[in-house]
């Protein structure tokens, strides 16, 4: 896996993390990649990745550990739900969100440039009815071409 599609693939599941709360789904925990029902596109599926959110709505804490072909990647996000842009830094670039809810949706926004490449992507966050499993859907747009994605996360017990 090339580094520009390692850098890709941590904006896409940065920007995944951004969710929300109030009379909305919570989505905070600790979430386990389920590889066999994700789909990456053309991206190869890490080895593993785990999220641990914590979720006060309108703020929303992101910790990510992953683990690719490439090596290890970590980072700390923070986001909210207003609809403001929020700005992380995820290695050496820095990666614009914004997150608002649609129902029970949580829909994100985001763009970064990679090396004078603009990436961007939209994407979902939902949480199934019995809270156990998170899905994040995402539309990536770069110089290279469109792709969907879908990331399955199982809720871990404490």
């Given at each position: 896996m090339t580094l520009r599609k390692s850098l890709t693939m941590a904006f896409v599941l940065s920007l995944a993390l951004a969710s929300a709360m109030s009379a909305k789904p919570?989505?905070?925990?600790?979430?386990?990649?389920?590889?066999?029902?994700?789909?990456?596109?053309?991206?190869?599926?890490?080895?593993?990745?785990v999220l641990k959110i914590d979720h006060n709505d309108p703020e929303i804490k992101v910790s990510a550990?992953?683990?690719t072909q490439m090596g290890d990647m970590s980072f700390e996000a923070k986001y909210t739900t207003d609809g403001k842009e929020n700005t992380n830094n995820m290695g050496p670039m820095v990666v614009k969100t914004t997150s608002t809810w649609d129902g029970?949706?949580?829909?994100?926004?985001?763009?970064?440039?990679?090396?004078?490449?603009?990436?961007?992507?939209?994407?979902?966050?939902?949480?199934?009815?019995?809270?156990?499993?998170?899905?994040?859907?995402?539309?990536?747009?770069?110089?290279?071409?469109?792709f969907d994605m879908k990331a399955v996360y199982e809720k871990q017990a404490k």
């Open positions: 919570n989505f905070t925990g600790n979430w386990k990649l389920n590889a066999q029902k994700s789909d990456y596109g053309p991206m190869p599926a890490p080895e593993s990745s550990n992953t683990s029970e949706a949580l829909v994100q926004s985001g763009k970064m440039d990679f090396d004078g490449n603009e990436i961007t992507m939209k994407g979902k966050w939902t949480l199934s009815e019995d809270g156990k499993t998170m899905t994040q859907a995402s539309h990536v747009t770069s110089p290279q071409g469109e």
